[in-house]
């Protein structure tokens, strides 16, 4: 199978849990000594094959799951635990919820005793390319192949909405679950721009003629978490770039082509928010705030836009005062102009929060139930209603009460149809995360201009083609 290159070599690793006094086993590998090639161990627990039990699970094998807790909470994850325990009530289930995944996981893969389920998501995941180049991910295509929860006659993966099996697969096996059908936009609050009467801009020349409305108003057009989500703001500019080239844009990206990040529509994007840095569109201190920080900043006025995904009314409901109505809406990303090659209502959409069962889990067969139950029609809709987010499940938010964001994002999803785009280079190749991270940083910071931002990703694009050791993913 292909597999990409991970982002730290073995000694690399090595040197770095040691220094953290996380190294428990003389000699391991990178995360495993003794991990077995994806798709289970022999040691996983073991239960009879049926129609009410597809993947054989071992009803009183116990269940260990680890939670994310970020954007989504963890509250729906115990909801399916609930669902779990519900059809296996011997099993002994339990639930850990964290945001140091590395730095609690990593120990628990190389000593072979990693959970049952992991939720490798955040700032301090386990990238992807390590996970599944040291063969630590079991292969969830029996999954995908069992009938789901719902429904026998139906498969699992004919459950899901496009672009979640292609997402998760590395070579030819599929690994990873990314649950959520996450959608990228620009949010604003909908009575604000009411009360103002501003218009939600379609394209750059509005998007910028409106920030100077905004900044005469004396409040910030934009605001962005410069000490760890700068990069969040990448879907302003390299989402304009898309749509208005075409998915070609991007092809060329992940494709890791000469030239890629120097397409003239890429260029002019980035331009467009180098001249927002120089106009003052970005509120001021945004480059020491966290996330959450400048989040609640802009829920309290003191900006219009942030660039985001749809976790975000979720991750901030603990900010919103009693009695206010925000009104938390998205707006796609505006064209450059009308000649583009997408419409405007186009949108970003990636499958993401990775869902993987470990290969050298205790009860592996245990781990791919729980991940059934999580698509049925129950699990996925409980998460839509605690998270305000839609999962990528088929129907998961039909019928059921949506608060302000997700009826906004219900909508726009609605009206891109099958306008979508997404990119996977951050994905194949883990190199591009905190090079993002960075260089978005010094953009929007004003030490640097469109021109660097942009030699500094096809510098990287460069390096990662000319290396033979690393394995190539092409769309």
Known sequence: MNRPRPGLDRRQFLQRLAAAGLLTVPGAGLLSACATGGGGTTTSAQGEVSAQNPLGVAADAPLDVVIFNGGYGDEYARFHQELYKGRYSNANVKHSATVDIAPEMQPRFVSGNPPDVLDDSGAQKIEYATLVSENQLADLGPLLDAPSWDDPNVPVRDTLLPGVIEQGTFGDKFLILNYVYETYAIWYSKPLFDQRGWQVPTTWDELMALCAQIKAAGIAPFAYGGTNAADYVLDLNLGAAIKQGGLDV?????????????????????????????????????????????????????????????????????????????????????????????????????????????????????????????????????????????????????????????????????????????????????????????????????????????????????????DANVTKYSR
């Open 250 to 466: 991007v092809r060329r990206i992940d494709n890791l082509e000469p030239g890629a990040w120097t397409q003239d529509t890429v260029l002019a994007a980035t331009q467009g928010v180098e001249k927002m840095v120089r106009d003052g569109y970005f509120m001021p201190g945004s480059e020491g705030l966290k996330h959450t920080e400048a989040q609640a900043q802009w829920m309290e006025g003191q900006a219009a836009f942030y660039v985001s995904g749809s976790w975000l009314e979720n991750e901030m409901k603990s900010f919103t005062k009693p009695g206010q109505d925000f009104g938390m809406a998205m707006a796609p990303v505006p064209v450059l102009d009308s000649s583009a090659a997408m419409p405007v209502e186009a949108l970003r959409t990636q499958p993401a929060e990775a869902f993987m069962v470990p290969a050298r889990a205790a009860n592996v067969n245990g781990g791919m139930e729980y991940l059934r139950i999580m698509l049925s029609k129950e699990g996925a809709g409980r998460f839509a209603e605690l998270t305000a987010s839609v999962p990528g499940v088929k129907g998961a938010t039909d019928g059921i009460e949506k608060t302000p964001a997700l009826d906004s994002l219900s909508a726009g999803l609605d009206a891109a149809g099958s306008n979508v785009f997404n990119w996977q280079f951050r994905t194949w190749y883990s190199p591009y995360s905190q090079l993002l991270k960075t260089e978005l940083g010094n953009l929007l910071a004003g030490r640097s201009d469109a021109a660097g931002f942009l030699a500094a990703m096809q510098a990287e694009t460069d390096r990662l083609a000319a």
